[in-house]
């Protein structure tokens, strides 16, 4: 059974910092790009950050050099360290493994909570 599991949220301070791990397992993973999505509360759900197995990043403009994601692909681990959060990064965070090509797949983490508030 595939598993993305996200870790690491919690409640923090505007200006403050988090990090959020996601663990996969279940299958083996390749060719694929793992992502950062977050769904704030009456909002769509949007793409945050990415990362390819190779190693090529992307950035949402909101949090572009404040966030860094990180990939280790021998261990199936994804990060996202978040910096110099603001209120507005209050949401739901999760993880997502997408290969395009075949085997395709699409998995997605249970989401964790992030809060940024005073």
């Known amino acids: 059974q595939v598993q993305l599991a996200e870790s690491g949220g919690g409640l923090v301070q505007p200006g403050g910092s988090l990090t959020l791990s996601c663990a996969a397992s279940?299958?083996?993973?390749?060719?694929?790009?793992w992502r950062w999505y977050r769904q704030a509360p009456g909002k769509e759900r949007e793409l945050v950050a990415g990362?390819?197995?190779?190693?090529?990043?992307n950035y949402s403009d909101s949090v572009q050099d404040r966030f860094t994601i990180s990939r280790d692909n021998r261990k199936n681990m994804m990060w996202l360290q978040m910096n110099n959060l603001k209120p507005e990064d209050t949401a739901v965070y999760y993880c997502?493994?997408?290969?395009?090509?075949?085997?395709?797949?699409?998995?997605w983490g249970q989401g964790i909570q992030v809060t940024v508030s005073s």
């Open positions: 997502n493994a997408r290969r395009q090509w075949a085997p395709t797949y699409n998995y």
């Open positions: 279940g299958t083996t993973f390749s060719g694929d790009v």
């Open positions: 990362v390819t197995s190779g190693g090529i990043i």
